[in-house]
Each structure stands twice: as structure tokens, then as C-alpha cells.
């Protein structure tokens, strides 16, 4: 898979994926972490939330303009990370009050904006090499595997960490005590049998009144949630460390068109576009950022609304062999005898690289059934686990849609960039047309809010776990292809501007990610679910409608 592809590329790859692991780490509890600090309702939290996202993906804008005309990519990079450490550090400080949080979540955005879009420029130099060019948007789906390695472990991490401190102080994880708690010291619970019955689980002979359980497990829990922002701080400094420690491998590429105009050696390597074709290519651009606004609207709901189902429709108690697939114990065991078998079936390898195959594939099972005897017939699990889905099957199926992809090229049907990019838009609508289902006859929100006593069925975590499957499909699709059509289309003066208005572009579906969350209690769930469907459909509609224009600038 990395035959034909520079070195630097491994170093933009691991560093790329240290501070996703970092990023998602934080997000997968950050929505959680607002409500149990601050007792916020779902309409606050997503506000927040998607203001976060917006600065995270807007401020790569500022970045991309920093490196190309100031700093160039390589100390742009640096400096950005150095700044997201500082951000997570001040997260991970308990007893914050919402401004000084408000404040961190700057800092990192700040630090996001100038690492980010500008790494992807970086890899994109390493493929205007002509040879390399051809396997730039296989380049670009490797890389974005490295994102979703850190994406996988992060959640396992956030609730590691969460429940590790929250056991320390003879507490366990309850999805419904946070919203009880802050009810009850405001004044709003009438009923407080259920809350009652929920402390004296918790504490059982050490239970002495509501108000100090409520106030300790509120704290704890927050307490465990700093926890899990520290260590995204730690994993700043691992992708700081990989990014200046193997510099030489990317170096070559680590020059804007100013510096090249500068350097006799490299003048002559300056493109030069007619004024015709630099608007030609920004056109193009900016009709592909109008789609990708709605993926990421769309599929960004997996912090916020999809999380809420999954702690409040979702099954949070299964079977021990469906606990796998939420236990990395066991997971990871899973996935070593998968690869074993690949190996051994692979025509392509070794009979030595076959019994490495056979060797992963015993040690796999044999710690995978060992995992499950250690289980219990039914196990608990957390809605915050539903987001390494997405990152894990990333990893699983970059290698089959570049292999794919790969094989259509060699037959000359390879699809065009932007044409991968209207597909992906249809996958997206498929994946919540699932959601549709499952949530059609479910109790809305805002009903819920009104009859906290509702009594109604909850759904197996395989509609949650399967939508996650069809939108990963999208997302590579989709993601990996927009950022390879930006670094081959972009002007070369604008590069990492370029990046930064894709970054851009994700950066207002962010926002109206959280926006839309104003939806959740106030319709049907499956209306809510039914409108990230059209939007997608249309969405690939109007990029087909173009795809002339597109296709036109990508070759």
C-alpha cells in the first residue's frame, strides 16, 4: 500500500495521527463533560459545541495564510502544535468555570488552525513530484488513515481514563445521574425516588443525603473528564516530537511559491496561472467547499445528536459476544486474527508471511476467547464507545477502496475526484436513511422532556453501529478525495489557503451541525434524521449538475 509513496509521508502520517488522538479524545467526552459540569440542555451543549467545531476547521483560513506568505508550512505546524498542547493543558484543570473553558477551547482551535489544512499542504507538495503525482489520492486516503487510528483508540482512552478515576472514588459510570443531580440542587426534581434508588446503588452503606452525592458525583465525573483533556496534552507532544524529529524526510517539500521565487535553484519550479485559470480553479473549489458544508453537517452529528441516541434510545446493556465490539480487550485480539487470516489467503506473500499470517491468526482467537471468558453475560456500555466505530472501520476499508479504486484505474474507470465526492454524497443520504428506521416510532425529545417517565423500547446498538459503517464508506469517498482535489486544483500561491477553505467549508457544516441541534427536541426523531437525508441527496445532485466544470479543472 505504500509502494510508490515518498518517507515524508509516514511522518506526516504519524504525526497527523497523535493529534487526532488527542482531538478526539477530548470530543468524544467534551458534549458529555458540558452537561455533567454545567447541567446544560442539549440545545446549550450543541450551541458550544458546534461554535468549537466551527473555530476548529474556520481558523485553518488563518493558518493557510500565515505559511504561505510569513512562516512556510513547517514552523506554522510546529508553532500550532506547541499552542494545542497549551489549550488542552488549561481544559485538563479542574474546578474551570464556562469562560475560562470557553477560553481553552480557543487556544486549541487557534493551534488546530495553524496545523491542520497547513499539514495537508505539506503532504500535498510531496506529490507534485511527478513521481509521485499518480498516487496522490491514494496518498491522501493513507493519511487520513492515520487520523482515524488516533480517532479508534480515543474513546477507549476518554472512558479508560473516566472510569478509572470515577472507580478510585467507589463510583461507576450512570448515564441518567448527571441531568438528576443538577435537577435535584435546583430545585426541579418532585420525584426524587429514582435519583434516590440510583445514590444508594452507587454508595450503598456510605450514602448519607442527596445534596452531598449529588455535588460528589458531579465533581468526580468532571474531574474524570479533565483527566481525559490531559491526555490529549500528553499526545501534543508525541505528534511534536515525530514532526521535528524526522524533518529531514519532508523537508523538500517543506517550501511555499514565495520562497521558491526567492532561491535561484527552485525559481524555475514556479507555476504561473493566467488570471483566466486561477479563477477557473477557485470556481471549482468553491462549488466542491458549498457541497462538503452538508457532509459535514450531516456526519458530524456523531459527536452530538447521535451520541444523545446512544444514551438515550440506544441499548446501553448487551450480550457478552456483542460486547466485543465495545472492549478493546477483546477487540484488538479480534482484529490481530483478521489480519492473520488476510495474510494467509493472500496470494501476493510469502509462505513465511502465510505462518506469520497463521501465527496472528492463533494468537488472536486465543486472546479474543480469553477476553470473553473474562466478560459477563450482560455487560455495560457507554454511549461515548459508539464513536470509535467510525475511526475502526476507516482503518479496515482504506485498503479496500484504494485497492478498489486501483483496480478501476488500471481498467481506465476510475471515477473523477470530483465524481467519488457526488458518490460519497448519496452513501451519506443511505447511512441516514438508517437512522430514519430505526428511529421511527420512538418517542421524540421534546416528549421525553415533558414525560420523563415515558416508558418505551430501546434499540439494538447494531442501527447505531451500521449507520457509522455506511457513513465511514462515505467519508472516504468523500473526505480524503476533497482534500486531494484541493492540494491538485488550488492555485500554487494558495495553497495552504486553499486547505484552509476546505477546512473552511467543514468549518460552517460544524456549525450547523450544532445549529440543527435546535431540531432534536422540537420534531419527530425520524423528521430529524429524514431532513440529513435530503440535504445529502441534493447535495449530490447539484455537484452532479456541475461536474462538467469540475472535472474539467482536475485534469
Known amino acids: 500500500m505504500l509502494k510508490g509513496h515518498p518517507k515524508g509521508l509516514l511522518v506526516a502520517f504519524f504525526a497527523n495521527m497523535g493529534e487526532r488522538f488527542g482531538y478526539y479524545t477530548m470530543l468524544a467526552i467534551f458534549v458529555l463533560y458540558l452537561q455533567a459540569k454545567f447541567g446544560y440542555d442539549t440545545q446549550t451543549a450543541g450551541q458550544i459545541y458546534g461554535g468549537f467545531l466551527f473555530g476548529i476547521y474556520f481558523l485553518p483560513l488563518l493558518g493557510g495564510l500565515i505559511a504561505d506568505n510569513w512562516l512556510g508550512y513547517g514552523k506554522t505546524i510546529t508553532l500550532g502544535t506547541i499552542i494545542m498542547f497549551l489549550g488542552y493543558l488549561l481544559l485538563a484543570m479542574p474546578g474551570l468555570g464556562i469562560t475560562i473553558v470557553l477560553i481553552a477551547l480557543g487556544i486549541i482551535s487557534l493551534g488546530t488552525g495553524l496545523f491542520k489544512g497547513n499539514l495537508q499542504a505539506l503532504v500535498g507538495n510531496m506529490y507534485d513530484d511527478p513521481k509521485y503525482s499518480a498516487n496522490r489520492d491514494n496518498a491522501f486516503n493513507i493519511f487520513y488513515m492515520g487520523i482515524n487510528i488516533g480517532a479508534f483508540f480515543a474513546p477507549s482512552a476518554a472512558e479508560g481514563i473516566s472510569n478509572w478515576i470515577l472507580k478510585k472514588h467507589n463510583l461507576f459510570y450512570d448515564p441518567k445521574i448527571p441531568h438528576l443531580a443538577h435537577e435535584y440542587l435546583a430545585g426541579k426534581l418532585k420525584d426524587t425516588s429514582e435519583f434516590l434508588a440510583l445514590a444508594q446503588q452507587q454508595m450503598g452503606d456510605k450514602f ?28 501534543m507532544i508525541v505528534s511534536f516530537l515525530i514532526f521535528i524529529g524526522f524533518r529531514k524526510y519532508y523537508k523538500s517539500a517543506d517550501i511555499t511559491e514565495k520562497e521558491k521565487m526567492k532561491n535561484a535553484d527552485t525559481k524555475s519550479q514556479v507555476v504561473e496561472l493566467s488570471k483566466e485559470e486561477t479563477k477557473e480553479r477557485l470556481v471549482a473549489l468553491f462549488l466542491v467547499f458549498f457541497v462538503v458544508i452538508f457532509f459535514w453537517m450531516a456526519f458530524h452529528q456523531n459527536g452530538f445528536t ?250
Request: hydrophobic share 50%; net charge positive.
Open 208 to 235: 448519607t443525603d442527596l445534596t452531598s452525592f449529588a455535588h460528589q458525583y458531579i465533581d468526580t465525573l468532571s474531574l474524570s473528564y479533565n483527566a481525559g483533556f490531559a491526555i490529549a496534552a500528553a499526545s
Open 306 to 555: 447521535l451520541t444523545i441516541f446512544a444514551r438515550d434510545y440506544t441499548q446501553n446493556v448487551v450480550g457478552k459476544y456483542t460486547y466485543i465490539l465495545f472492549d478493546l480487550k477483546a477487540l484488538l485480539p479480534v482484529i490481530t486474527a483478521i489480519i492473520g487470516i488476510i495474510l494467509m489467503f493472500n496470494k501476493k506473500v510469502s509462505t513465511k508471511i502465510k505462518a506469520l499470517g497463521g501465527g496472528l491468526f492463533v494468537l488472536g482467537l486465543g486472546l479474543a476467547m480469553w477476553a470473553t471468558g473474562t466478560f459477563q453475560d450482560q455487560m455495560h456500555i457507554t454511549p461515548a464507545k459508539f464513536q470509535q466505530f467510525n475511526p475502526i472501520f476507516i482503518v479496515f476499508l482504506t485498503p479496500v477502496v484504494i485497492s478498489f479504486f486501483s483496480w478501476l484505474r488500471e481498467r481506465k474507470k476510475e471515477p473523477t475526484t470530483p465524481r467519488k465526492i457526488g458518490i460519497g454524497m448519496l452513501i451519506t443520504g443511505l447511512g441516514f436513511l438508517i437512522m430514519v428506521i430505526a428511529s421511527y416510532g420512538l418517542p421524540s425529545p421534546g416528549l421525553l422532556s415533558q414525560n420523563p417517565d415515558l416508558e418505551y423500547n430501546l434499540v439494538s446498538p447494531y442501527w447505531l453501529i451500521s449507520t457509522y459503517f455506511v457513513l465511514t464508506i462515505a467519508e472516504l469517498f468523500l473526505s480524503p478525495m476533497g482534500i486531494s482535489f484541493v492540494s491538485k486544483v488550488a492555485p500554487p500561491k494558495l495553497k495552504g489557503l486553499m486547505q484552509g477553505g476546505w477546512l473552511g467549508a467543514t468549518a460552517v457544516g460544524n456549525l450547523l451541525a450544532g445549529l440543527i441541534g435546535a431540531l432534536w427536541e422540537k420534531i419527530e426523531l425520524w423528521q430529524f434524521f429524514g431532513i440529513l437525508v435530503f440535504m445529502a441527496i441534493m447535495s449530490a445532485i447539484f455537484i452532479f449538475a456541475v461536474i462538467k466544470k469540475l472535472d474539467r479543472v482536475t485534469k
